[in-house]
């Protein structure tokens, strides 16, 4: 992976501070990473994304795949606990 992008990093940092299932489950990017999101998914889109701006939109969607589906099993553990 190349130079990891601020959003990206941004759900990184999240996870490394520790975390509980109800913040976790709560966890929404920033304003800013999702603006950057929709502007790589607007180049896909348009086709005039650049090889780099390929690689920082997959590495997103893929770690957003990975915290979706923590976001699953947090939501299983807040029901159990409540």
Do not use: N, W
């Amino acid at each position: 992976m190349a130079a990891a992008s601020p959003a990206y990093l941004e759900i990184i940092d999240f996870i490394a501070a520790g975390t509980t299932p109800a913040a976790l489950f709560s966890f929404r990017p920033s304003p800013e990473a999702q603006r950057r999101v929709s502007e790589l998914v607007a180049h896909r889109h348009e086709g005039t994304i650049s090889a780099e701006e390929t690689q920082e939109l997959d590495d997103f969607l893929e770690l957003e795949h990975l915290l979706i589906m923590a976001k699953a099993r947090a939501r299983r553990h807040i029901d159990s606990a409540g």
